[in-house]
Structure formats: structure tokens, C-alpha cells
């Protein structure tokens, strides 16, 4: 019986898991995971974390790269097919040139480097 119940329990544990595939499941553009995996290649886990969020910006969805490495740095804004639109940030800022920027709906966290 202890037999039995061991081979059942190897074979749940061996075929029971299934890979998470986050690539399968994409809800974003597929120009994004250029950013993403240039981030992940390029440069050493930051603090705060690099991430990607949607926006809902004017009638359009757009996504926010934040990708410095330094907490006052300037985010890039880009429309869904990656066309840079304006830009978020800066340590005084003076750089924000997107037009009534506050009326955006933030609508979810599309990536998040988790190293």
C-alpha cells in the first residue's frame, strides 16, 4: 500500500506542474518586450524596481517605461504601437511634457523586474 501511494504521489508531483509562461499570456504590445528584455540584459537590478504600467491618457491607451536607475528619472510615455508621446519626471519635474497628464486612468502594472 505505502508502495502505491508513493508511485501515485510521484507521478501527481512529476505531472501535476505546469510551466508559467508570462510570454504566452501577454497582454501588451509586442514592441514592449524589446524594453523589457533590454532592461533585464542590460542593466543591474534597481531600486525602485524598472516596470511598465498602462495608462488610459486622452482616449488612447499608453504605457509608461520606467526604466532609470535613480528614483528622480524621466519616464518615457508611448502609444501602442511604441511611438514616444511625451515624457514623465525628471528630479525637478520640469520635464513632464504631457499635457494634463493629471486626468490619466492608471489601468494596471503590465511588468515588474523582479531580480
Do not use: H
Not at 6 to 22: A, H
Request: glycine share 6%; with cysteine; charged share 20%.
Amino acid at each position: 500500500m505505502k508502495k502505491t501511494i508513493l508511485t501515485f504521489s510521484l507521478i501527481l508531483f512529476l505531472f501535476g506542474c505546469s510551466k508559467n509562461d508570462d510570454s504566452v499570456n501577454k497582454d501588451y504590445p509586442e514592441c514592449l518586450q524589446t524594453y523589457i528584455d533590454y532592461e533585464l540584459e542590460n542593466s543591474q537590478p534597481q531600486t525602485p524596481r524598472a516596470n511598465i504600467e498602462k495608462y488610459l491618457y486622452n482616449s488612447q491607451e499608453v504605457y509608461v517605461l520606467n526604466l532609470q536607475n535613480f528614483p528622480d528619472g524621466q519616464s518615457s510615455v508611448i502609444t501602442t504601437k511604441c511611438e514616444a508621446i511625451c515624457s514623465l519626471g525628471g528630479i525637478d519635474g520640469n520635464a513632464n511634457d504631457c499635457l494634463d497628464w493629471g486626468s490619466a486612468e492608471f489601468i494596471e502594472n503590465i511588468w515588474t523586474d523582479n531580480r
